[in-house]
């Protein structure tokens, strides 16, 4: 879970520009689970393509 985590995280750093990039995160628990979200401004894969 680290590595995966860590790799995310990598790859919208390397995908946000230096000036104005914006990364968040956040965590939650539902239904007795948890969940963590991640978003950024950066280029990527569009909602139509991803999961969103």
Same mark, same amino acid.
């Given at each position: *879970?680290? #590595?995966? $985590?860590? @790799?995310? #995280? !990598? @790859?919208? /750093?390397?995908? *946000? &520009?230096?000036?104005?990039?914006? $990364?968040? &995160? +956040?965590? %939650? %628990? #539902?239904? =007795?689970?948890? !969940? /963590?979200? #991640?978003? @950024? @401004? =950066?280029? =990527? /894969? +569009?909602?139509?393509? =991803? $999961? /969103?």
């Amino acid at each position: *879970m680290k #590595i995966a $985590l860590t @790799n995310i #995280i !990598v @790859n919208a /750093i390397e995908a *946000m &520009r230096t000036q104005d990039g914006q $990364l968040a &995160r +956040s965590t %939650l %628990l #539902i239904a =007795g689970k948890y !969940v /963590i979200q #991640i978003a @950024n @401004n =950066g280029c =990527g /894969i +569009s909602a139509k393509k =991803g $999961l /969103i």
